[in-house]
C-alpha cells in the first residue's frame, strides 16, 4: 500500500491550496484519514482527520479555515486550506488506517510542503 500526497506549494497569506492523497495497492478496508503537518523545528501534528462515517476533527488553529474531506471509491483523502497565514507553513503529511481481513496498519505518504509568504 502506497500514499501519494499533492497539491504543496508557495501561496501568499490569505490565499488557498488543496491537497490530494490518494491510497493505492491491496486495500480491503480503510478507516480513519487525516493530514499532519511538521513545521521546522516542531512535532508533527494533526491538522484534520475524516473517519469513514465521515466525521472529522481539527485542530483548533485550522478550525473555520480548512476542510477535510474524502472520495471512498477513490481511496482519495483531500484537504481544502483557506484564509492561510505564515504560521501555516510546514510539510504536510497524509495518514491512513488501512486493515486486511484481520490486522489495521497506518500508513504515511511522503509529505508535501505548504509554504505561505505573509
Known amino acids: 500500500v502506497q500514499l501519494q500526497a499533492s497539491g504543496g506549494g508557495l501561496v501568499q497569506s490569505g490565499g488557498s491550496l488543496r491537497l490530494s492523497c490518494a491510497a493505492s495497492?491491496?486495500?480491503?478496508?480503510?478507516?480513519?484519514m487525516g493530514w499532519y503537518r511538521q513545521a521546522p523545528g516542531k512535532q508533527r501534528e494533526l491538522v484534520a482527520a475524516?473517519?469513514?462515517?465521515?466525521?472529522?476533527n481539527y485542530a483548533n488553529s485550522v478550525k473555520g479555515r480548512f476542510t477535510i474531506s474524502r472520495d471512498n471509491a477513490k481511496n482519495t483523502v483531500y484537504l481544502q486550506m483557506g484564509s492561510l497565514k505564515p504560521e501555516d507553513t510546514a510539510v504536510y503529511y497524509c495518514?491512513?488506517?488501512?486493515?486486511?481481513?484481520?490486522?489495521?496498519?497506518?500508513?504515511w505518504g511522503q509529505g508535501t510542503l505548504v509554504t505561505v509568504s505573509s
Open positions: 495518514n491512513a488506517r488501512i486493515g486486511d481481513s484481520v490486522f489495521w496498519r497506518d500508513y
Open positions: 475524516i473517519a469513514s462515517g465521515d466525521s472529522t
Open positions: 495497492g491491496s486495500i480491503l478496508r480503510m478507516n480513519v
